[in-house]
T-cell receptor, first 117, second 120 residues
Framework: DSGVTQTPKHLITATGQRVTLRCSPR?????VYWYQQSLDQGLQFLIQ???????AKGNILERFSAQQFPDLHSELNLSSLELGDSALYFC????????????????FGPGTRLTVL | DQQVKQNSPSLSVQEGRISILNCDYT??????FLWYKKYPAEGPTFLIS?????DKNEDGRFTVFLNKSAKHLSLHIVPSQPGDSAVYFC???????????????????FGQGTILTVHP
């Protein structure tokens, strides 16, 4: 158990709909990252938040948005869903000091499997 | 543009033998490399890492080698065990400039993964 929790585990919805994925980081971790894993693909970085602020952005679609709340949990909002959005969505967290550290290990949650029909 | 590539989708090895998983990258700005292991229905788990200033890092049965001139890294598992059967992802860290100023070292770029099967 990594200490990172994600809800829901599975989500089935229809095209055009909007969903919210939730992530609670490990206790004490300030950074939250979102990744998408489509079929036969590696994990694609979407976005990073550090202590409530956006810190880095990857190939995140404009239909997707995220935020990190004062209690440090994060939500990923996916709207106007398309069939191609079906994927595993992982959240990871780390201590997340943004500079001066050689590396902060990222701990991954179990993922949310999104199926768009 | 796949900046981190794992060209072998799968690898099958006999228990007790060596498993070698390979990874190639193209971005010279990567400064840290990692291997993650993933079991079905679980998130990736950090396994071992190496800084770009080193060429080898060892942790028990796991050793990662980095060849910067060839932009290649490999993970050696010796001896392989059936419990090592999983998907292995190679990942690389790069520096990102944040919108709010400052830098972030968080972004990881992953390869597509290699399915390792260790037979008893």
């Amino acid at each position: 158990d990594s200490g990172v929790t994600q809800t829901p585990k599975h989500l089935i919805t229809a095209t055009g709909q909007r969903v919210t994925l939730r992530c609670s980081p490990r206790s004490g971790d300030l950074s939250v990252y979102w990744y998408q894993q489509s079929l036969d693909q590696g994990l694609q970085f979407l976005i990073q938040y550090y202590n409530g602020e956006e810190r880095a952005k990857g190939n995140i679609l404009e239909r997707f948005s995220a935020q990190q709340f004062p209690d440090l949990h994060s939500e990923l909002n996916l709207s106007s869903l398309e069939l191609g959005d079906s994927a595993l969505y992982f959240c990871a967290s780390s201590v997340g000091v943004t500079s001066g550290y050689p590396y902060n290990e990222q701990f991954f949650g179990p993922g949310t499997r999104l199926t768009v029909l | 543009d796949q900046q981190v590539k794992q060209n072998s989708p799968s690898l099958s090895v006999q228990e007790g033998r060596i498993s070698i998983l390979n990874c190639d990258y193209t971005n010279s700005m990567f400064d840290y490399f990692l291997w993650y292991k993933k079991y079905p229905a679980e998130g990736p788990t950090f396994l071992i890492s190496i800084s770009s200033i080193k060429d080898k890092n060892e942790d028990g049965r796991f050793t990662v080698f980095l060849n910067k001139s060839a932009k290649h890294l490999s993970l050696h598992i010796v001896p392989s065990q059936p419990g090592d059967s999983a998907v292995y992802f190679c990942a690389a860290r790069s520096r990102s400039e944040s919108n709010a100023g400052g830098t972030s070292y968080g972004k990881l770029t992953f390869g597509q993964g290699t399915i390792l099967t260790v037979h008893p």
